[in-house]
Nanobody, 124 residues
Framework: QVQLVESGGGLVQAGGSLRLSCAASGRTFSRYTMGWFRQAPGKEREFVAGISWNGGRTAYRDSVKDRFTISRDNAKSTVYLQMNSLKPEDTAVYYC?????????????????WGQGTQVTVSS
């Protein structure tokens, strides 16, 4: 069992930066592929970025490539999402999630554990 708690969301102007953190409890964090997802009002939850268990592989949705960076620190049981050059269309609730698969999968249904989410609002 893994419990996930996100933090770091907030209100930022377009072009600004935020760093999200997701702290995990439980001794098996390092076994999980971790993902960041987001959900805007009236829209489906979508994959943002994923990272393999040891950080050796990452994946991003096209719209955030070159702006967002996912990383993890297994010693701290924490995964991060550095978000730069933020745009109003990045506004959403951001969730971290854990997947026991070794693959970085993009469908939310594949993830076993979820945090409660943190709101990111980008003003124009």
């Amino acid at each position: 069992q893994v419990q996930l708690v996100e933090s770091g969301g907030g209100l930022v102007q377009a072009g600004g930066s935020l760093r999200l953190s997701c702290a995990a409890s439980g001794r098996t964090f390092s076994r999980y592929t971790m993902g960041w997802f987001r959900q805007a009002p009236g829209k489906e939850r979508e994959f943002v970025a994923g990272i393999s268990w040891n950080g050796g592989r990452t994946a991003y949705r096209d719209s955030v490539k070159d702006r967002f960076t996912i990383s993890r620190d297994n010693a701290k049981s924490t995964v991060y999402l550095q978000m730069n050059s933020l745009k109003p269309e990045d506004t959403a609730v951001y969730y971290c999630a854990g997947d026991m698969s070794a693959l970085i999968r993009r469908a939310p249904a594949n993830y076993d554990y979820w945090g409660q989410g943190t709101q990111v609002t980008v003003s124009s």
